[in-house]
């Protein structure tokens, strides 16, 4: 019994493939529209794509050319090629404004540039894209099914940039040693993170690191610029106590606070 089976689901492959390749060499562009909607239909997309990619050209102006443009768009995109994809859907959706599958493809089109965006340690071209795309779906379509999952996605995306630039100021903090310039640009990148990022889930680690350098930079600077750049290191602490005196970094801060105090205790003493 189970070995007729396999004869059967055999037989069902090889006449599968046998229409496929049939298809594929018919010099009628109906059959190979009715096998691309079959095979789509049923998942396949790889073999879908294959064959409407023949006869896109033979219906430009048909009415069947809305359906063949969507699943040849769509097929690029379940295929992974979300390059291809974001320019098909694009293309569809602009195509076919009225469409009942415009709303889809411009999700998908914009989806596609959410895919191809990289790790946050790399350069994000594709994630700045990803998000103007996403944001222009929000705005088209505010009541679009697709919606809340494209608030995610761009949430996900904005926390990648949120990561990059705390991750490159940090990086400033990390490797500067008693040069005034590296402190300097740590100041900076950290001051120009929580401008650019208000509501940043870092924006404790910021403000601590922030201290830090700044501490750094008063304690190790030449007497006629530490005063100013301890006191603005201690405003720096002052701030980061009032907002989050209850931090991790709270024993840390206290101390480097003290420091900074007695060092500024001898210009505070008149002559």
């Given at each position: 019994m189970k070995k007729l089976f396999y004869l059967l689901a055999l037989s069902l492959v090889l006449s599968s493939c046998s229409e496929y390749q049939k298809a594929l060499k018919s010099e009628d562009i109906a059959t190979k529209f009715q096998m691309g909607t079959e095979l789509f239909d049923a998942g396949k997309w790889s073999k879908a794509n294959r064959i409407l990619a023949l006869i896109v050209p033979n219906y430009r102006g048909k009415p069947q050319a809305e359906k063949l443009?969507?699943?040849?768009?769509?097929?690029?995109?379940?295929?992974?090629?979300?390059?291809?994809?974001?320019?098909?859907?694009?293309?569809?959706?602009?195509?076919?404004?009225?469409?009942?599958?415009?709303?889809?493809?411009?999700?998908?089109?914009?989806?596609?540039?959410?895919?191809?965006?990289?790790?946050?340690?790399?350069?994000?071209?594709?994630?700045?894209?990803?998000?103007?795309?996403?944001?222009?779906?929000?705005?088209?379509?505010?009541?679009?099914?697709?919606?809340?999952?494209?608030?995610?996605?761009?949430?996900?995306?904005?926390?990648?940039?949120?990561?990059?630039?705390?991750?490159?100021?940090?990086?400033?903090?990390?490797?500067?040693?008693?040069?005034?310039?590296?402190?300097?640009?740590?100041?900076?990148?950290?001051?120009?993170?929580?401008?650019?990022?208000?509501?940043?889930?870092?924006?404790?680690?910021?403000?601590?690191?922030?201290?830090?350098?700044?501490?750094k930079l008063g304690i190790n600077s030449i007497k006629s610029k530490q005063e100013a750049r301890l006191n603005t290191a201690i405003n720096y602490y002052n701030s980061f106590n009032k907002f989050y005196p209850n931090s991790e970094f709270k024993a840390e801060a206290d101390k480097m606070n003290e420091e900074m105090k007695t060092a500024a205790q001898q210009y505070n003493t008149k002559s």
């Open positions: 443009m969507y699943m040849y768009g769509r097929s690029f995109y379940e295929m992974g090629d979300y390059i291809t994809a974001g320019y098909q859907l694009t293309r569809f959706e602009n195509g076919y404004p009225t469409s009942e599958k415009a709303q889809e493809a411009s999700f998908l089109a914009a989806k596609s540039y959410y895919q191809v965006s990289p790790v946050y340690s790399k350069e994000q071209h594709e994630t700045v894209e990803a998000l103007e795309k996403l944001q222009l779906f929000v705005n088209k379509y505010p009541d679009s099914e697709f919606l809340p999952q494209a608030n995610e996605l761009i949430k996900e995306l904005d926390y990648k940039l949120e990561k990059k630039a705390f991750e490159i100021a940090k990086q400033y903090n990390s490797i500067a040693y008693f040069e005034s310039s590296d402190y300097l640009a740590a100041i900076k990148a950290f001051d120009n993170f929580l401008a650019d990022f208000p509501g940043t889930s870092f924006r404790e680690q910021a403000m601590f690191y922030r201290l830090d350098s700044a501490y």
